[in-house]
Structure formats: C-alpha cells, structure tokens
C-alpha cells in the first residue's frame, strides 16, 4: 500500500509577535472524549483529542513532543468502526493566521493558529492535525481535532473560522513551520497536492514585548550627553536597572582609521541612575564616531558622535621669569613627569593584559574543544571583541543571491561572534553618508573586508574594463565593482609596504566558479561557503584549527553543526536556491574550488 502524501500549506513565520484578527464565526476546540467522537453524539462538534485519549485508544505510549498526533488519524480512529468515513479526500485549508497570546515569559512565546476549510470535500472533512516544526524540522508540539463520526458540514461552513489551542514554549527570533492538515489524507496522492509557502517577518523583540529595561541582552544607553571640559570630552550616560546585573560597559571611538577604546566598571551602590567618563588625548577640531554598550556578547550598541572644539590658550604674563628661576621650577616638575609616565606605562601593560585575557575568555564561550583535547585560543587581533567585519557584494546576480548574502550576514553575526557591517542594514547611515563614503569608511574602520565573489559581480568587472577601454575610462556600473576596485587598491598598497593582507577575504557561495574571483582579489585569502565555515573563523579569531594530537571544535560552526540552527539551515536553503537560479540560467560551477 502507498504510504499517503501529507496535505500541508506551510506558514513559515519569525518568531515572534503577530496579531491575527478574528472572524466574528470562530470555532474553538471543545472539551470530551475519543468516545463521544466515534459514537457521533451531537455534543462532540469540535473535538480536541488529548495524548492520554490516543494512548488509551491505540494502546501505546506516545511521546510527549508528538502531543496528539498520529500517522493517518482518520484511519487509525475513525475508520475502525466506519471505513467509509476515510475514503474520500478533501482539499487543504486557507487563510492560515498565527495569533500571539500575552506572555510574560521574555524568552519564549505562545500562538494558536487559525483557518478556514476549502469548500472542496466539506461534507467529507473530518477534522484537522496542526503541527509545528522548527525550520531544521525538529518537531515540537502538534495537536488533532476531530468531528463527531456523524456529523456533515455544508458549504456554508467554509465561513467559519478554526482555532487550534495554544502552543507554548516557542523561542524568540526562532524560525518555525506551521503545518495545518486536512483529514481525511487519501492514500493516493500525486496529482492533488498543494504547499502555500507564506514568509512573514514579525519579529518582535524582548523590549517590545516587556520593555527594554527588563531585557539582559536587548538594553543598551539611549541616554547619552557630551560636554567637553578642556581638550578632553566627558560621556555621560543612563546606566542599566539594577535588577539586569550589568555593571560594565565598553565604548571606542573612531577617527581616520584610529581608534580610543574606553573600558567603564560602574559600583552601582553609589550611583544607579547615570554615570560620566572622561575621553583624553583627542585631537582639537577633529570629529569622532563612538559606539557604546553593555560589555557582554552580543551587546546592542547605541551609536553617538561629536566634534572636539578648540580650546584657547591663555595669554602670556607680561612678567618672564629669570633662567635661573625657571631652571628652579622645571627641575622638580620634571622629576614628577618622569615618575608619573613609568607608572602610566606600567598601568597601562596591566590593563593590556587584563584586556587580552578578558578578549580571549569571550572567544573561549564560543568555542569548545573535542575528546582529543583542547588548543587554547590565541589573542584576538583586534582592539575590541567582537571584531569588526565590513561585507561587500554585487546585486547583479537577483534577488535569489542577495538573500544568500544577508543570510550568510546573519548567521556570521549570530554564531561566529563578529559584527557584521552590511548596506542592507544600514539604509539610515547610507542615506547621510553617501553609498561610497560609508563603503570607504568601512573598509578603513573595519578589522575585516569580506567580499562575495558571484558570477554577475565578475561580469560587471570585466564589461568595466572593457569599456573604459574604449571610452578613455568613462563609464556607469553597479557601485559594488567602485567598491572592489578600492578594496584591490587597498590590497596593493599593503602588498607593497610588505603589510599583512589577513584584512582582506574573498569568498564564493558552492554554486560558484573559479573565473568569478576578480584579479584584484587574487592576493586575499579565499574562502568556499558554507564548506569552509570552520577555516573562515579560524582566520577571523586567529585560532588555530589543528594542532598534534588536538583538533579545535567551534560550535554550530563545523560542517556537521551550522545545520542545526535556523540561521544556518536558512543560509543553506539561500545557498541551494541561488544556485538554482545560476544553474536555470546555464551557469555551470568550477568544481576546481
């Protein structure tokens, strides 16, 4: 016998908030047994059928993660005392809605999902089975709704609305796949089946949901003044609640490639409300762009800016002292800066050091190491963690690929501690920047430039040369080729001085070619997506992978593992789907790379 087709429109939603207005016919599941349901008593319209009832009617203990479902319910059920009753088929239900119900938890969400029947086989339906999956396909919770054995509906029922009951415990920001199945399931099943795919973003975030001064890792400084006092700039900012813990922040300003990196340790029994730091050494008319945040993983960072005024110097007394007088007062004073560089130096090796370890400990929490043993990780390269990567693509290639790129955007941000800079992100700094200003800025600002290398992006390159050839250099492109050649510029400028190019990554989706590669990436270390996952963040950490005896595991980073998580089954399922499109259009991968 042919093991029978499921009939499911999908509603693939991003967890979580949503709103889903009622019809005024809304039809709620109702409390009795299997018993009524199967005997046809007018009580039992709309049945819920509970874990305890199947296991009690099949005589076999169920897990709890399959709630009430089972493999052909109407069969199994209903079609034990009438196997007319599973012998017809009926067409799938529409206009699916997810409702959000009022939770307080900050770390999980409960929906119940809605309706309505096709008016096709109405007078066949016999119930319905709602599951739902995470995108990976892991199940977890699914619940069976049956009609009384007797009961016929008319084509005036297709008006109502179905309500599921609630399904709790669903993470926020998490991917999941609402299933709504039709019983009952015909065994044939080839020429009738039917998927709705329906992507929705209504993320909502812990502060949207309770409040931002409840929500450890979405808080961050919206409060922030600047004054400047001298030369020097002083910072004050709102500091967290007490109740979320946090009494260390970080901020680092920016200026022409350079950075000031400011460590704060708050004693929240003096103050609970704000607090001020100084920003020294800066230089006077220069403009600065800081960022700052709560000093933990993955830290919202509230961005600022500010320009250091001049200060003017006092006038000289009309009074000049005597050499030998001034020869008397330089010689303590400079005996006193003498002593107070040597401790300026040895304060700051201590908080260097103090730094690195800090810096390494951060790294340590994403990583883990396998029974053969562990390599501990070295330093970070970078003046702050996580390090800044700035990434860079071509949007010739559609749709398909671009998703691919912010996929893969997601899930380095996500799984390989990085901040991620990219254009889709920041349309506000775009705007008042300028598209190559902000492209420029990155690639000075940013610890690390990863450029996507795609087919579309080698064509544009090569119809550029092409055409300033024949137009003495005038011509209008795609920015993204602006783009790389300012970052093969940058390459060839740091070849030349002898500098490291560890700054600059090329990388390539599995679909792609080797031809795709531009010639001014040459000299940047490459890398193949997603197989080379591990090595990219072995680069981006300056980790060591291997070592004797020893092999370095980075979790849900391996092969085996960025699967596991949503972030990377969606990458994987962008990466499948861009090549698709390549491959409709005749575009045939170099497997060489």
């Given at each position: 016998m042919a093991q029978p087709l499921l009939w499911s429109p999908l509603l693939v939603l991003l967890m979580s908030g949503a709103s889903a207005q009622d019809s005024p016919r809304v039809v709620s599941p109702q409390n009795c047994t299997l018993d009524c349901v199967i005997q046809g008593e007018p009580t039992c319209e709309f049945c819920r059928v509970s874990r305890e009832e199947l296991e009690l009617q099949l005589g076999v203990s169920l897990p709890g993660i399959f709630g009430s479902c089972v493999p052909l319910p109407c069969h199994s059920l209903l079609g034990l005392h009438s196997p007319a009753a599973c012998q017809h088929y009926v067409h799938a239900p529409h206009n699916i809605t997810v409702e959000f119900m009022p939770d307080r938890d900050p770390a999980q969400d409960i929906v119940t999902?809605?309706?309505?029947?096709?008016?096709?086989?109405?007078?066949?339906?016999?119930?319905?089975?709602?599951?739902?999956?995470?995108?990976?396909?892991?199940?977890?919770?699914?619940?069976?709704?049956?009609?009384?054995?007797?009961?016929?509906?008319?084509?005036?029922?297709?008006?109502?609305?179905?309500?599921?009951?609630?399904?709790?415990?669903?993470?926020?920001?998490?991917?999941?796949?609402?299933?709504?199945?039709?019983?009952?399931?015909?065994?044939?099943?080839?020429?009738?089946?039917?998927?709705?795919?329906?992507?929705?973003?209504?993320?909502?975030?812990?502060?949207?949901?309770?409040?931002?001064?409840?929500?450890?890792?979405?808080?961050?400084?919206?409060?922030?003044?600047?004054?400047?006092?001298?030369?020097?700039?002083?910072?004050?900012?709102?500091?967290?609640?007490?109740?979320?813990?946090i009494n260390r922040y970080f901020s680092w300003c920016s200026r022409g490639g350079t950075r000031n990196y400011t460590e704060i340790e708050v004693n929240s029994l003096e103050n609970q409300t704000h607090h001020s730091f100084?920003?020294?050494?800066?230089?006077?008319?220069?403009?600065?762009?800081?960022?700052?945040?709560?000093?933990?993983?993955?830290?919202?960072?509230?961005?600022?800016?500010?320009?250091?005024?001049?200060?003017?110097?006092?006038?000289?007394?009309?009074?000049?002292?005597?050499?030998?007088?001034?020869?008397?007062?330089?010689?303590?004073?400079?005996?006193?800066?003498?002593?107070?560089?040597?401790?300026?130096?040895?304060?700051?090796?201590?908080?260097?050091?103090?730094?690195?370890?800090?810096?390494?400990?951060?790294?340590?929490?994403?990583?883990?190491?396998?029974?053969?043993?562990?390599?501990?990780?070295?330093?970070?390269?970078?003046?702050?963690?996580?390090?800044?990567?700035l990434m860079c693509y071509s949007s010739a290639d559609g749709p398909a690929h671009i998703n691919a790129v912010v996929r893969l955007a997601a899930f380095l941000q996500q799984h390989m501690a990085i901040q991620v800079h990219l254009d889709l992100w920041e349309s506000l700094r775009l705007a008042e920047e300028g598209v190559m200003s902000w492209h420029c800025r990155g690639v000075q600002e940013s610890d690390f430039v990863l450029v996507v290398c795609s087919q579309g992006l080698g064509q544009l390159l090569q119809g550029r040369e092409e055409e300033e050839e024949e137009e003495e250099g005038v011509w209008k492109g795609d920015v993204s080729t602006a783009v790389v050649s300012l970052i093969g510029e940058e390459i060839g400028r740091a070849s030349l001085r002898g500098q490291s190019l560890s700054k600059y990554i090329s990388a390539t989706f599995e679909h792609s070619r080797e031809l795709d590669i531009p010639g001014v990436l040459r000299l940047a270390s490459h890398y193949l997506l997603p197989?080379?996952?591990?090595?990219?963040?072995?680069?981006?950490?300056?980790?060591?992978?291997?070592?004797?005896?020893?092999?370095?595991?980075?979790?849900?980073?391996?092969?085996?593992?960025?699967?596991?998580?949503?972030?990377?089954?969606?990458?994987?399922?962008?990466?499948a789907e861009a090549g698709g499109v390549q491959a409709a259009a005749g575009h045939t991968p170099d497997r060489r790379l």
């Amino acid at each position: 016998m042919a093991q029978p087709l499921l009939w499911s429109p999908l509603l693939v939603l991003l967890m979580s908030g949503a709103s889903a207005q009622d019809s005024p016919r809304v039809v709620s599941p109702q409390n009795c047994t299997l018993d009524c349901v199967i005997q046809g008593e007018p009580t039992c319209e709309f049945c819920r059928v509970s874990r305890e009832e199947l296991e009690l009617q099949l005589g076999v203990s169920l897990p709890g993660i399959f709630g009430s479902c089972v493999p052909l319910p109407c069969h199994s059920l209903l079609g034990l005392h009438s196997p007319a009753a599973c012998q017809h088929y009926v067409h799938a239900p529409h206009n699916i809605t997810v409702e959000f119900m009022p939770d307080r938890d900050p770390a999980q969400d409960i929906v119940t999902v809605s309706w309505m029947p096709s008016q096709y086989g109405i007078a066949f339906l016999r119930g319905f089975q709602v599951s739902i999956r995470t995108l990976g396909g892991a199940l977890v919770g699914c619940q069976l709704f049956l009609f009384q054995r007797n009961l016929s509906l008319e084509v005036t029922d297709t008006q109502r609305v179905y309500r599921s009951d609630p399904f709790p415990n669903l993470g926020l920001r998490s991917q999941y796949i609402v299933t709504v199945m039709a019983l009952p399931v015909p065994e044939q099943w080839d020429n009738f089946k039917h998927e709705h795919i329906l992507e929705k973003r209504v993320s909502l975030t812990c502060a949207e949901k309770i409040g931002l001064e409840q929500c450890h890792r979405d808080w961050y400084p919206r409060d922030i003044t600047v004054t400047q006092e001298g030369n020097d700039i002083i910072v004050t900012f709102n500091l967290a609640p007490p109740s979320l813990g946090i009494n260390r922040y970080f901020s680092w300003c920016s200026r022409g490639g350079t950075r000031n990196y400011t460590e704060i340790e708050v004693n929240s029994l003096e103050n609970q409300t704000h607090h001020s730091f100084h920003l020294r050494g800066l230089d006077p008319g220069a403009k600065y762009s800081c960022e700052m945040a709560a000093d933990m993983s993955d830290a919202v960072r509230k961005r600022f800016a500010f320009q250091v005024g001049h200060v003017q110097q006092a006038e000289s007394s009309p009074a000049t002292p005597s050499s030998e007088s001034l020869f008397l007062v330089l010689l303590p004073v400079s005996a006193v800066i003498a002593l107070t560089g040597s401790l300026v130096v040895l304060i700051d090796r201590r908080t260097r050091k103090r730094r690195v370890r800090k810096k390494a400990g951060v790294l340590a929490e994403c990583v883990g190491s396998d029974r053969a043993g562990g390599i501990t990780p070295s330093p970070l390269p970078c003046p702050r963690c996580p390090p800044q990567l700035l990434m860079c693509y071509s949007s010739a290639d559609g749709p398909a690929h671009i998703n691919a790129v912010v996929r893969l955007a997601a899930f380095l941000q996500q799984h390989m501690a990085i901040q991620v800079h990219l254009d889709l992100w920041e349309s506000l700094r775009l705007a008042e920047e300028g598209v190559m200003s902000w492209h420029c800025r990155g690639v000075q600002e940013s610890d690390f430039v990863l450029v996507v290398c795609s087919q579309g992006l080698g064509q544009l390159l090569q119809g550029r040369e092409e055409e300033e050839e024949e137009e003495e250099g005038v011509w209008k492109g795609d920015v993204s080729t602006a783009v790389v050649s300012l970052i093969g510029e940058e390459i060839g400028r740091a070849s030349l001085r002898g500098q490291s190019l560890s700054k600059y990554i090329s990388a390539t989706f599995e679909h792609s070619r080797e031809l795709d590669i531009p010639g001014v990436l040459r000299l940047a270390s490459h890398y193949l997506l997603p197989r080379d996952l591990p090595l990219l963040f072995s680069h981006l950490h300056g980790v060591e992978l291997c070592g004797p005896g020893q092999r370095l595991h980075v979790q849900h980073v391996s092969e085996e593992g960025y699967l596991t998580v949503p972030a990377g089954a969606a990458l994987c399922q962008a990466i499948a789907e861009a090549g698709g499109v390549q491959a409709a259009a005749g575009h045939t991968p170099d497997r060489r790379l």
